[in-house]
């Protein structure tokens, strides 16, 4: 099965995730991959997110070209923001380099270089 293309980059500068106005994650080590006409998604290495503040998610989905997402939710002193991240635990060999790193909904988080 052939698939879209996949890039995956160290991402230039340092990226935060902003999440209810709080930084949950600042790195500069942060990777962009790049999969067919989609727009770029930033991943964090978790050594760089507030992990605390992270909850797993019994949501899980499959993709075929990266494999099985585990999902996260943000959980805030007033909200939680449900399965607002994911990441692969066991990706695809060709994308390997994702592994453990998570990314973030940009519809539910601000991810944006600074």
Same mark, same amino acid.
């Given at each position: 099965m052939t698939g879209?293309?996949? !890039?995956? !980059?160290p991402a230039k500068g340092t990226w935060v995730v902003r999440a209810g106005g709080a930084v949950l994650a600042e790195s500069s080590k942060a990777l962009e991959l790049v999969e067919g006409d989609y727009p770029p998604v930033i991943y964090f290495?978790? =050594? =760089?997110?507030a992990m605390d503040f992270v909850d797993t998610s019994p949501l899980q989905t499959t993709c075929p070209y990266k494999g099985v997402a585990s999902y996260f939710s943000i959980v805030g002193k $007033?909200?939680?923001?449900? $399965?607002?991240a994911w990441s692969y635990e066991d990706p695809i060999p060709n994308v390997g380099r994702i592994k453990n790193m998570l990314a973030f909904d940009i519809n539910k988080t601000t991810v944006e270089m600074v």
């Amino acid at each position: 099965m052939t698939g879209p293309k996949i !890039t995956i !980059t160290p991402a230039k500068g340092t990226w935060v995730v902003r999440a209810g106005g709080a930084v949950l994650a600042e790195s500069s080590k942060a990777l962009e991959l790049v999969e067919g006409d989609y727009p770029p998604v930033i991943y964090f290495p978790r =050594d =760089d997110i507030a992990m605390d503040f992270v909850d797993t998610s019994p949501l899980q989905t499959t993709c075929p070209y990266k494999g099985v997402a585990s999902y996260f939710s943000i959980v805030g002193k $007033n909200s939680t923001l449900a $399965n607002a991240a994911w990441s692969y635990e066991d990706p695809i060999p060709n994308v390997g380099r994702i592994k453990n790193m998570l990314a973030f909904d940009i519809n539910k988080t601000t991810v944006e270089m600074v």
